[in-house]
């Protein structure tokens, strides 16, 4: 048995030499490539480190772009020492522990479950008085079975001329 290896088709991903780019098409392209990667990095930064980040960035088109945690406007004015606004939120959200966060997540679960109980038992007392056909045939006293089969009968017959009028229908359109 003779195995070949095979080998790739493609060279793979090239590492670039970093240069100022000349052509301005190729400026504006580069740009709108890595734009989503940079403030993709920039969020990952804020989260993995628990860091306040704001980058404006111009494009070579002359656009605008910024990125901002908690937002860019908030992270200028602390720069400019005009603010400390986004401290004294942080310190509130920090006060409050994870184990009281779950605490309350629990005791919320716990009310939903006893809503969504009280919820079916309502519908449950809905459903079970005001339907009869949802009660077992035995149970059904002589006048209430003959209007069951009626009603069984008429619902065959309103079937079976619903599915005659929809299988003309196409060819009616057709014509």
Aim: net charge positive; glycine share 4%; proline share 2%.
């Amino acid at each position: 048995m003779n195995v070949t290896k095979q080998r790739k088709k493609t060279t793979g991903r090239k590492k670039i030499e970093i240069k100022k780019l000349d052509k301005d098409s190729n400026k504006q392209v580069t740009f709108s490539k890595r734009r989503t990667g940079l403030f993709k990095k920039a969020s990952e930064l804020c989260i993995l480190c628990n860091v306040h980040v704001a980058m404006i960035v111009f494009s070579p088109a002359d656009k605008l772009f910024c990125f901002g945690q908690p937002n860019v406007e908030t992270i200028i004015a602390r720069y400019l020492g005009r603010t400390d606004e986004f401290e004294s939120s942080n310190r509130l959200l920090n006060s409050v522990s994870y184990e009281e966060y779950n605490k309350q997540y629990e005791e919320a679960i716990k009310i939903l479950d006893l809503e969504n109980n009280k919820l079916a038992e309502i519908q449950g007392k809905i459903w079970n008085t005001t339907s009869w056909w949802n009660e077992p045939i035995n149970h059904m006293n002589g006048d209430e079975l003959q209007q069951f089969i009626i009603s069984i009968l008429e619902l065959r017959k309103n079937l079976i001329e619903r599915a005659r009028q929809v299988m003309m229908l196409p060819i009616l359109y057709n014509v």
